[in-house]
């Protein structure tokens, strides 16, 4: 499964560098390689919904072959804050899974998390801003219109995720693909080229399976510029023309070197695959 | 030193001039470099300049002088206490004679000049090497030669002694090429019809040039045959090429023409894919030249290279990009010992790229363009000095991005504002022999750069946006002032063996900022030093060992060097590099530094000639907010080079040719952990560059074959294999997760080769 991508706009501009790199290129194998082992480094995955209860989810990093990428983080002190001063410690409901009772997110309001683990010295915190809620207008899926080219994986399907873009600000977007109710991919946007349009946004997943009577369901959520980078960090030209220089992500959490926290609005859509 | 240089020149007794031009008597082509030695002073001698003028101050009585120019026989002349002019023509060795016992006595050329960390490579000699596609291309033959990688397979990039890519001043007839490849880097922009010869300066350059810390590759354009009309050219399989020159004026003037196209989308209209069949997927080089001896004293040239590729699917894409060059060239002798040259020259590289969007297309365009003017004067003083004075202005524009969109498109227009920048430089060096035994360069360059309004100019800390001013047109915004030294000297020790030692600074005012490091596409963004971005410095240390085997048959030569470079700028992690007006708040600064050693023996004749290369050294960055700062391999660290070099004549018509290159595999990074995110499995990278690639390691060969010649038609055909034992090398590691287990990882390795036959046929009437 590709990871996030970032909705084909500008970026689109290199999909002519891929395909003329893959007309030239094309043959892999699966070759054998030996994994570096490092400690394992805290991973916080950490957001406010729109309406929902807090959670955050802290793991760690474990070795490329290992078989289990569960490796959960317990009885860590998680407490959230919210603008209007409600401050509370998280409950594990699971290992490694906190989650709210009493904060929900709400648009405009300021979020702060502190976590502390037994092992991490350092603090560990963040703050997000959950901006003005945009919602899709119309979500369409339609057969691709693009050339197929042998060897190159184009995508079988377009997902079109239309909506108003609000012109006095700047605005970053997220969007969260599922497939029967499973993440298949993420997708970021921002408005430099084009705000205050009405947008279409297509959603560049190569290797989605899509059947008859699939239900696809797009998450819309505005998200603030440090979240737009975090998750741009995965899908940076570099990686996307493969084999350059691969990097993490730049944390908006400090005293964490992976992962995120991000409020962010929701708004969700659904088509039934014809 | 220097005063007893200045002693020796006032001691001068009655002295006679001979001066005049070293040209090819079969075509007039000019013949530049060639080495002129009087055989009752050895250890005298002096080499014609780049338009093949040279000068020689002999004190009285009767001189043998002897003229050599590589690949053509050594004409020998007699002179007799007279100021004359005399134009040398010289004759091209006929391959027989290429015979060992036969061959005549070389002068060791390499021992005796001033030139460590010099390549000179003359398409004569490269033109049985093993080719790509059909394709003889000089950027991969000096690839070939110690000091100058090539990371990996479809990168026309060369990184010369740790340098990147950008570091390096490409010139065609003085003309700056901004982006010398096509076709993702398969192919360079020089088409071998049209070029006459190459020299890249690794190490030291004469102050003539400068604006770049790595590396001076000068091309020289064919002057085109003043003798009688000729054309050539090759077809090849996916590749053809045509050449045609000849007189304006028998003996003054000549004019030279040559195209390339290559005709990939041509294959595809036979294929029946009806998706395939309309793309455009080509590229084309014109290169033409004139020149005109108008007399003695004053001779013109006019050259211009325009080459572009084009690359598009029908209704959804097109991306195209392209230099163009043009050079006005005026040599003039002011009296015999004093020439020069002055040039007007333009360049330009740019690039557009087309996108079909409901319900519109939109565009993207970019580029980088200067003119520039040069004059130079060399004044001969007398055999053993030679001076040159020079002043050099270039005016650059920069447009680092346009969108260009309809009203009804989703896009707004947009522009990053252009920026203007000038270049002064004033450059003096002197060359001088204290003694036979010792050559000695020095040489300085006054840089001034400046950057010029109209525009905002910002001023960022930290990637953050702190101040901005607006500037009006011709306001300065910022001034650097960079002086550069040279300095090399050879010490002679015998006829056949030298040791030379070189140091030099550069500067670089023209950044260019890449994210596609490995295939070599035209997105790359150029920038100009400014309130943000600090002129680019190198110091490069070098000295070397020569020595000659048997009669000069043999070149071995050991050169070891360190060079350190300064403020060098790369982007952040995950920029924004899409037509940002804040480019260079994505920037990071930090040093970089290269050092190692160059091994290189020649076999220069006899039925098998070639060379055998090797190269150990280490590249390294130090980037505050990179592996704490601390330095780590380049991404072009390669720790052992070698290539080999072999070309056998089996018969009169047949040439059997291999090249064999081996490489450390380069630093990369790879995960050393992995975690989810929103249950997608990420990868986590520890290190930067701690990981190697596989080695590279790839076997090439070719095979001439020259027909009997029917009066002028000579025609030959090349078979060639590129990597002949198809070896896999790894263009690209990537890692996915097995799609039958999601938490088991696997990697993938992407190569673009296995063997690549190709035939070509050249002529030549």
Redesign the interface.
Known sequence: MKTSHIINRVNGLLIPFLMLASILTSCTETVEFEFDTVDPELVVEAFVPESQYAEVILSKTVNINNQNTHNVVTNASVVLEDGFGTSETLYEVAPGRYRSSKIKGVPGSNYTLSVATDENISEIKSEDKMPKPVFINRLRVRKSILPEIEQIQMPEWEVIVEYTDPGNETNYYRFVEYVNGKVIASYVENDKFNNGKDNKSFLTCVDRKLTKGDTLTVEMQSISKAVYDYFYGFSTMNNIIQGTTNTNPVSNISGAKLGYFSAHTVHRRSVVIE | MFLIHFVSLLGAQTRHTISGSVTDIENGETLGGATITIEELPGTGISSNAYGYYVLTLPEGVFTLKINYIGYKTLTYQVNNNNIRHDFKMEVQVTDLREVNVFPFKENENIVQNNIGIEKILISEIKDIPVFFGEQDIMKTVSLTPGVTSVRD?NGGLNVRGGNNSHNLVLVDEATIYHPNH??G?FSTFNSDAIKEMTLYKATAPASYGGRISSVMDIRMKDGNNQSLEVSGGLGLISSRLAIEGPIVKDRGSFFLAGRRTYVDMLLKLTS?P??KNNT?NFYDLNAKINYKINEKNRIFLSAYTGRDA???PD????GWGNRAATFRWNHIWYDKLFSNTSIIYSEFDYK?D?A??PSVIS?LSGIKNYNFKHEFHYFLNENSRFTLGYDYILYNITPGQ?LADENA???P?KIQERNGRENAIYFSNEFKPSPKWIINFGIRLNTFRSFGPGIFYQYKDGVLTDSTTYKRNEVVKSYFTPERRLSITHIINPRQSLKMAYSTNSQHIHMVT?????S?P?DIWIMSSKNVKPQNSDQISAGYFHNIKNDMYQFSAETYFKWMHDQTDFR???????NQHIEGELVTGNGRSYGLELMLKKKYGKLNGWIGYTLSRTELSIPGINDGNWYPA?QDITNDVSVVGIYELTKYLTMSATWVYQTGNA???????????????????I????RM?DYHRLDLGVTWNFKSKRKYKSSLNFSVYNAYAR?N??????E?DPS????????????F?AIPSITYNFNF
């Not at chain 2, 994210?515 to 295939?519: A, I, L, M």
């Not at chain 2, 992690?573 to 037509?579: C, E, F, Q, R, Y």
């Not at chain 2, 050393?672 to 520890?686: F, L, P, R, T």
């Open positions: 479809g076709l993702l398969f894919d998706d395939l997927l690359f598009g699917i959804h894409f097109g991306l790229v996108l969007f409901e993207l969108l989703t896009f707004h947009m994210t596609t490091e490995d295939v596409l997105v992690n995950s920029p924004d590099v899409m037509a991404r990369v990074t790879f995960p050393s952990g992995k975690y989810k995110i929103n249950d997608e499995v990420k990868y986590y990278y520890n930067r560059n701690g990981n596989p896999k790894a263009f690209s590691i990537n890692f997760e287990d999601p938490e088991k990882t696997y990697a993938v390795m992407t190569y673009l296995t």
